[in-house]
T-cell receptor, first 114, second 114 residues
Framework: DTAVSQTPKYLVTQMGNDKSIKCEQN?????MYWYKQDSKKFLKIMFS???????INETVPNRFSPKSPDKAHLNLHINSLELGDSAVYFC?????????????FGPGTRLLVL | AQSVAQPEDQVNVAEGNPLTVKCTYS??????LFWYVQYPNRGLQFLLK??????LVKGSYGFEAEFNKSQTSFHLKKPSALVSDSALYFC????????????FGKGTTLSVSS
């Protein structure tokens, strides 16, 4: 049973398109996150939601919009895709937003914008 | 501002030898420190964390890490390396404050030769 799952695993698309990545966790956690890993493997937080409410919103272009329909799901919608959006996007979850809680990561979605 | 430094891009060790992957951090107040491992084309797996208490933390797969407050370090260690330990290792820090993000180092590639 996968704890944190993401779909799709791979996404190849053209510049200017709009795409979504879905994330689901079956751990019963209250808090979910999106991270971006660039080509140099550098990881950076994008968003964090707790019980469907946004609690962390780093400096991310407005083209990126997270949506949390319930606390087990956090989807990422990207408008007007650009070449620089090519990266691996990881979803994660933790029991609560406390800094001490471990974050558990999904397998990643590899996005390539052509 | 929080930051994490992993001074080595790559660490090479022979199988059976001890290994150390270095990490230093900067954070206001008490830090929460984490180590994650990433295998090729996979998500991040949690290894261990320091929250409070004993400075020596034991984690998964025989790894341990020592928290050193005076040197602001949290080096990852293993007494005897395995070829299967070869992967990308990330150190991460989070401040003990609500709404703060988990900040990752740039990662260190561990290569264990047989």
């Amino acid at each position: 049973d996968t704890a944190v799952s993401q779909t799709p695993k791979y996404l190849v698309t053209q510049m200017g398109n709009d795409k979504s990545i879905k994330c689901e966790q079956n751990l019963g956690h209250d808090t979910m996150y999106w991270y971006k890993q660039d080509s140099k493997k550098f990881l950076k937080i994008m968003f964090s939601y707790n019980n469907k409410e946004l609690i962390i919103n780093e400096t991310v272009p407005n083209r990126f919009s997270p949506k949390s329909p319930d606390k087990a799901h956090l989807n990422l919608h990207i408008n007007s895709l650009e070449l620089g959006d090519s990266a691996v996007y990881f979803c994660a979850s933790s029991q609560e937003p406390s800094s001490a809680k471990t974050q558990y990561f999904g397998p990643g979605t590899r996005l390539l914008v052509l | 501002a929080q930051s994490v430094a992993q001074p080595e891009d790559q660490v090479n060790v022979a199988e059976g030898n001890p290994l150390t992957v270095k990490c230093t951090y900067s954070v206001s107040g008490n830090p929460y420190l984490f180590w994650y491992v990433q295998y090729p084309n996979r998500g991040l797996q949690f290894l261990l964390k320091y929250i409070t208490g004993d400075n020596l933390v034991k984690g998964s797969y025989g790894f341990e890490a020592e928290f050193n407050k005076s040197q602001t370090s949290f080096h990852l260690k293993k007494p005897s390396a395995l070829v299967s330990d070869s992967a990308l290792y990330f150190c991460a820090v989070r401040a003990n404050q609500a709404g703060t993000a988990l900040i990752f180092g740039k990662g260190t590639t561990l290569s264990v030769s047989s």
